[in-house]
């Protein structure tokens, strides 16, 4: 790909002669399951809270509809063209053939800057995931401990908390400790240095969250049919912010369509992409359909964000976030290994090329840089459900919805309900962008105020 290479989101696969294409349909269906199905889910029941029953499902057939439509275009227009590789790329490509070079390049910087938003976002979300896993295993609920950092200066609901405990846990830290912890262990996996080598990583990530998910469903199903929680009747306080809130947090969870042209870039058959969505995206939606409706039946108004923080204090909770630390590490490592190898290669054309210490080098800078840039904004913003719906808002209605459609629409010759639909798509998605920024905006100051959170040292 010629020109600026930080234009070029997840320019890892073949940016280098030697790349190889060795992934089948099923395979790039687990890697876009890994990408996509990790924090988000843990959400889905606060996500129904704030929809309610009706809008939850019908949101969730729609965001099903509407990401297996982007989808499918995505790997429609990138076909076999192996010069694309990457998301902008593909965009670059699109808008040349309508706009010309100059303006294609003006949209690749549009789709680069909220690509890297949003995939730095996503790191720092499992940043925040992978803490509150570890605290629910290891750190003690006995007693209060004082803030390094962030202290909380009143007794607050538990819509204030970010972090979890354990009556068995064997440390009294503060959170900046445990995030610090995190980082450690995750760390070593920054140095994946392309996707055609992680398939590995990607059976890993499914296998884990499929062991976390069932658990959390056979909690939810016995708290259900035991009535142990009353509260799951339709809020009267329900609002419409809570609506747009609970929208682009299952939003979220149809997140990683960035990646999808650099997965379809090393299948073998690189036009077996739609059998890799389908597989994808459905398995998604059962998931989401069981844990989100679920989840709020056994908790209701009283479930969480995560909903780990709901499961019981007991050995079997504590291997249910092993896993889920598991999951989202090979998560992370996947969304740190793209946004690391554009750094890299805007600081070091070629660098691929390169051997030894000074290459190894190179690629520590980028991806602890990108871990110190994750840990200051969990440390700022340190509410997860609220995070994770304004990186939801910028990125997946941008990126998942609105450009695709955007893409079809500048290179196909299309009939006219198709495009209709794709107009109704990207007018859809700039509204639902707007408010969910507004929404998630509005809930971060919200929360600041009702927790009296400071900074202190």
């Known amino acids: 790909m010629e020109g600026d290479p930080l234009l070029q989101v997840g320019s890892s696969v073949n940016s280098s002669p030697t790349a190889t294409k060795t992934t089948t349909w099923v395979s790039s269906a687990s890697l876009i399951v890994a990408n996509m199905l990790g924090a988000g889910v843990l959400g889905l029941p606060f996500a129904v809270k704030g929809m309610g029953w009706a809008g939850a499902v019908v949101v969730l057939v729609f965001m099903t509809c509407m990401s297996i439509f982007g989808g499918l275009q995505l790997g429609s227009l990138r076909g076999n063209d192996s010069s694309v590789t990457t998301y902008a790329a593909l965009a670059r490509r699109c808008a040349s053939k309508c706009w010309g070079p100059r303006a294609a390049k003006t949209w690749s910087y549009f ?9 730095l976002g996503t790191c720092t979300i499992y940043l925040i995931t992978m803490k509150i896993s570890v605290m629910e295993v290891l750190q003690k609920c006995e007693k209060p401990h004082p803030g390094l950092l962030l202290v909380q200066a009143t007794n607050t609901t538990n819509t204030c908390s970010s972090s979890g405990c354990s009556s068995k846990g064997v440390a009294d830290l503060h959170d900046l400790v445990w995030l610090f912890i995190v980082c450690a262990l995750v760390y070593p996996l920054t140095y994946l240095r392309s996707l055609a080598d992680a398939a590995w990583v990607s059976y890993v990530g499914v296998a884990t969250i499929v062991v976390v ?16 929680h009353h509260s799951s009747a339709p809020s009267e306080h329900r609002t419409f912010e809570d609506f747009i809130n609970g929208l682009t947090q299952l939003a979220f969870a149809y997140g990683g369509h960035v990646l999808m042209v650099e997965i379809q870039s090393v299948m073998r058959t690189p036009t077996e992409f739609s059998k890799s969505v389908y597989l994808s995206q459905l398995v998604m939606f059962a998931n989401y359909a069981i844990i989100g409706l679920v989840g709020y039946a056994a908790y209701g108004d009283d479930v969480k964000s995560p ?48 051997r030894g210490r000074a290459a190894f080098v190179r690629w520590g800078m980028g991806c602890t840089g990108i871990m110190i840039a994750a840990i200051i904004i969990s440390i700022v913003i340190p509410f997860f459900s609220s995070l994770m719906n304004i990186y939801s808002s910028i990125g997946i209605f941008s990126l998942s919805f609105a450009v695709p459609a955007s893409l079809w629409l500048l290179e196909r010759q299309t009939t006219v309900p198709r495009r209709m639909i794709n107009v109704g798509v990207i007018l859809f998605s700039i509204a639902a962008c707007g408010l969910g920024v507004w929404a998630a905006t509005k809930d971060i100051i919200d929360q600041w105020h009702t927790c009296h959170y400071t900074i202190s040292v």
């Open 213 to 228: 998910n069932s658990v959390i469903l056979v909690y939810c199903v016995i708290d259900a049919t035991h009535h142990k």
């Open 111 to 119: 789709v680069s800057t909220i690509g890297y938003t949003y995939i």
């Open 307 to 354: 909903i780990t923080l709901n499961l019981p204090d007991n050995a079997l909770r504590a291997f249910t976030n092993v896993c889920l630390f598991v999951h989202v590490m090979m998560a992370y490592a996947i969304n740190s290994q793209v946004l690391t190898e554009a750094i890299v290669s805007y600081f070091r054309p070629g660098f691929r090329r390169d």
